[in-house]
């Protein structure tokens, strides 16, 4: 039998990765009143000390610090690695696991095979981050997937958390974000990325239209190449995207030239 955290008490959300977005999400959690701690590859004890959270360098003391939640924050392409490093099978009961991953097909394997039977999963993703969410996060996007719950009540008191905030919630599949994602999402950074590649820059003449494409290029040079990698190579629809926009490129220049020969 599952056992849950009382409607009446706050979570206790254990964070594994506290890089950008896992201190950016730790910190609207505590003002809502839940109990956080904390462990990352790098030491994060004075920041946690600062924020007033437990950082705990050791896995085993993490797992042992009797979580309601356990929040992986991880880069993409750490979080395989991560999850086999921590003695899971320790856990003393019953945990929703949790990931924000900007995909969802991979983590949802991954801990389909590593989390504890008596566990609970859910995946999630919050359309946003510390840039397009540092004065709020009312109506912003926050996807989720039920992928194994028992105890539904833990599970419903951190959905609140987004809820709460004024997030725009959307249960669907893993396989239907990362197909969405692929053409939203990692669009979006691709032609920031290739933009940044360019080397574009500002002009006296700058139209609006150039001005978005500006702020595309300086908010995906923000987010870690690590992010852009795990978006390509955990996100099985992306390559196609990526397909599709290099023959969009060509197709239009072919139109062009070929209307320029006539
Ligand atoms: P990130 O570069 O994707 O991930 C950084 C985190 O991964 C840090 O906690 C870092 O630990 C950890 N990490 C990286 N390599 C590692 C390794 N080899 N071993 C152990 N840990 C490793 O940057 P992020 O922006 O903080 O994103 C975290 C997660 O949230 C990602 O999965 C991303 O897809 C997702 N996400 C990000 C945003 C956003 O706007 N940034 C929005 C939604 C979802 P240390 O800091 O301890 O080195």
């Known amino acids: 039998m599952a056992m849950s955290a009382s409607p009446n008490k706050n979570l206790k ?3 594994v990765g506290f890089g950008n977005l896992g201190q950016f999400l730790a910190e609207t959690m505590i003002k809502q009143g839940h109990s956080i701690h904390a462990t990352s590859r790098s030491d994060y004890s004075d920041l946690c000390i600062r924020l007033g959270i437990v950082f705990f360098r050791d896995t085993d003391a993490f797992l042992e610090a009797d979580s ?5 924050c991880t880069s993409i392409l750490s979080l395989s690695n991560v999850l086999e490093s921590m003695p899971l099978k320790s856990i003393r009961r019953p945990v929703l696991f949790a990931d924000v991953l900007s995909v969802k097909e991979h983590p949802k394997d991954v801990l389909l095979q590593v989390v504890p039977e008596d566990c609970d999963i859910l995946c999630t993703h919050p359309m946003f981050g510390p840039r397009s969410g540092k004065d709020g996060w009312k109506g912003l996007a926050f996807m989720y997937d039920k992928v194994r719950l028992r105890d539904e009540a833990t599970c419903s008191k951190f959905l609140n958390v987004f809820r709460t905030e004024g997030c725009k919630m959307l249960e669907m599949t893993s396989e ?5 994602a692929a053409k939203s999402q990692f669009l979006a950074h ?4 290739t933009l940044s590649e360019m080397g574009i820059k500002s002009t006296c003449i700058d139209t609006k239209s150039f001005e978005t494409l500006l702020q595309l290029e300086e908010s995906s040079g923000q987010d870690s190449e690590d992010l852009y990698k795990g978006l390509l190579t955990y996100n099985r629809f992306a390559k196609q995207e990526l397909k599709n926009l290099v023959d969009a490129i060509q197709k239009v220049r072919d139109r062009f030239f070929e209307e320029e020969e006539h």
């Open 190 to 193: 691709t032609i920031g990325r």
């Open 13 to 15: 959300i254990g964070i």
């Open 176 to 180: 239907e974000h990362d197909r969405l």
């Open 68 to 72: 309601d939640v356990i929040l992986l």
